[in-house]
């Protein structure tokens, strides 16, 4: 690998990382936003014509790098069918992950990956906004970010002069908005050996790094024992990172981490246009995101070459959120660990907690007469609920306890 610098001093709120620009280059990662992000390709729904053009737009990505199909013989594309609604139970089709491989001949791979699927025009019931159908939903943060991510993160390992001490396996997963259908299809059908796995780095959503307070949020730290020492060396008045244990979490790194696969999660953080037609290409942050890709090949360039990373299972919140309770708060709750309560990264319109008056930012520390110490304790209080119930919720807002009337 290229001699790893990391200089965090060259970061400024307003322009992201300067020291990146030699590996990692805004322009292209914007290109490749754009494109996956453009109307043209109708928020690539899971099995739509317009998944199938960002699949395409992959492939020759990966072909342009020399990559070789990691499919299968010479598959670029891994097909698998899926049932959309929310049990399953709405249209049916055929969707593909998109895979591509660099083969140093090494003795462990890396598998570095991102969903390249998102909502299309809101047919599959997963929008937040109040009248979804028929409306274009680019998500360009969500994950048209993380897609971008993969594709020049490929390009950078295929690229280098010196060759690599790792093989990698690039994978755009299908059928996330769905649920982990094609991170969870490769997991149970892999392509390559996942004995030789040394470890999984998911990019979701990552393209909106805020430029007055940068904080990148990286989850899966415990499930290896080298990462969290590792990963707070990046952290600095430049760039917060947040670490956060669990292996599991609310996208494609969970199929890895439930194959006994050390995982990272990396994320700049939810928003108000998230799930909604508004999350555009004109929003994203790419020297925000070119950070990130450093700090991921930062990482990476520290790994022991030697020998697989230990696994260790986590503490992980539960996944079963969405089947389980009979109300919701209404927030998009953040999965970072390091903040007493738990903290509502975006309140979503129209819901209980923004009728309450909740804000962004907030941190939930009571629902009734229950503490919140973490989204264990969150999810535990939830259940409690019935329809039509008010109760009391207590916020952290900025140093202040705010009481709020909450009627679910």
Known sequence: MKKFILTLSVFTASQGFTGAQTWFHADSIQKHINYLASDELEGRGTGTTGEERAASYIINEFKSFNLEPGAGGINWKQEFDFKAGTHGTGREGKANNVIGF???????????????????????GHSLDAHAEGKIHNGADDNASGTAGVIELARFFAKNSEKEKFNFLFICFSGEELGLLGSEYFANHPTINLENVTCMINMDMVGRLKKDNPVLEVSGVGTAPEWQAMLQKFSSKAMEIKLDSAGVGPSDHTSFYNKNIPVLHFFTGTHSDYHKPEDDADKINAKGEEAVLLVISGVIARLPADRKLEFLKTRNPSMDSSTSFKVTLGIMP??????????????LDNKPAMKAGMKDGDIVIKMGDMDIH?????????GKFEKGQTTTVVVNRNGEKVSLEVTF
């Open 334 to 347: 953040s999965y970072a660990g390091g903040t007493d309560g738990l903290k509502a990264e975006a309140v």
């Open 102 to 124: 660099l083969d140093n001949e090494a003795p462990f791979t890396i598998v570095i990956g991102a969903h390249y699927d998102h909502l299309g025009k809101g047919e599959d």
């Open 374 to 382: 973490d989204i264990q304790d969150y999810m535990k209080a939830l």
